[in-house]
């Protein structure tokens, strides 16, 4: 297999929205957001492969030089290797992806999520960044799709945070704000033993709507965006139908798992693309 079949099949494994939304982009367009892609994988899932927090800033410092000489020579690593010739063929800024590693250390350790201001600012910087240099893939440059991509990142971090919190709480990380969980009384510690309380379930909510003011706000700013952008937009597709779901989730939702189903995920991504609107929330 080579580096691009391989660096696809990791993508469609792993972030199938993403990989479905840049089938609707034009083919010369693709292997950029395909690249993109891959790399938000690879740092997002270095918490999950390391033990201890060094091992995790060797990694990130292994990236950030990969990134800061793009002209070195081939390294061998498929999502490096695409990564670099994206940013050649698309003229992609690099100080983004910078940010992206450096606002992931937080992954690396135990340390609260401090405020609601901060999360946004860490989702601006991660999955906000990948939505913006994925419409600078797509049209050229990104001064008239950064606001949007802002309130995307937001809107996708929110839910993926909550759709896995299950998983983030068993490994005793706390990502929910918490200045959220402080307006509501939820204790950090009773969440991190899964302790199913109204306080708890309170806070989740206000983060639900939080979501979805976001979403708002790229529902009102997506139909002025250049219409060859829409791809980089379209993973947002999914996040109404995933909020719903967390909403309703059955049993204890520190503890459960959700999902939406591929045909629905699939569905959400193409009467997107098909309508250049996200649904009404």
């Known amino acids: ?95 983004p992806m910078i940010a992206l590693i450096d606002a992931r250390t937080f992954d690396l350790y135990d340390d609260p999520m401090p405020d609601l201001t901060a999360f946004e600012g860490y989702a601006g910087e991660t999955a906000g960044a990948i939505v913006q240099l994925g419409a600078i893939v797509l049209t050229g440059e990104g001064t008239r799709t950064g606001a949007a991509a802002g309130h995307a990142g937001v809107a996708l971090t929110i839910a993926q945070t909550l759709a896995t919190l299950p998983r983030t709480l068993a490994r005793g990380q706390m990502m929910l704000p918490a200045d959220v969980l402080a307006r509501h009384g939820a204790e950090p510690a009773s969440l991190l033993a899964g302790e199913d309380t109204p306080q708890a379930r309170a806070a989740l909510a ?39 779901r967390l909403e309703t989730v059955p049993g204890n939702p520190l503890r459960t798992l959700v999902d939406v189903s591929p045909l629905a995920r699939l569905w959400s991504l193409w009467r997107v693309a098909r309508s250049g609107r996200l649904p009404r929330m």
């Open 1 to 95: 297999m080579d580096a691009a079949a391989h660096l696809t099949a990791f993508v469609r494994s792993h972030d199938p929205d993403r990989y479905r939304a840049a089938l609707f982009a034009p083919a010369a367009a693709r292997d950029g957001l395909v690249a993109l892609a891959g790399f938000d994988l690879e740092i997002a899932r270095i918490r999950e492969v390391v033990r201890e927090p060094m091992p995790g800033e060797i990694r990130l410092q292994w990236w950030r030089d990969a990134l800061e000489v793009p002209d070195a020579e081939v390294t061998g690593h498929p999502v490096v290797d695409l990564l670099r010739a994206a940013i050649a063929r698309h003229r992609l800024p690099i100080a």
């Open 206 to 244: 206000e983060m639900r709507d939080h979501a979805r003011h976001h979403l708002g706000r790229v529902a009102k700013l997506l139909p002025d965006l250049p219409p060859e952008a829409l791809p980089a937009f379209l993973p947002v597709a999914t996040v109404p139908r995933l909020l719903k």
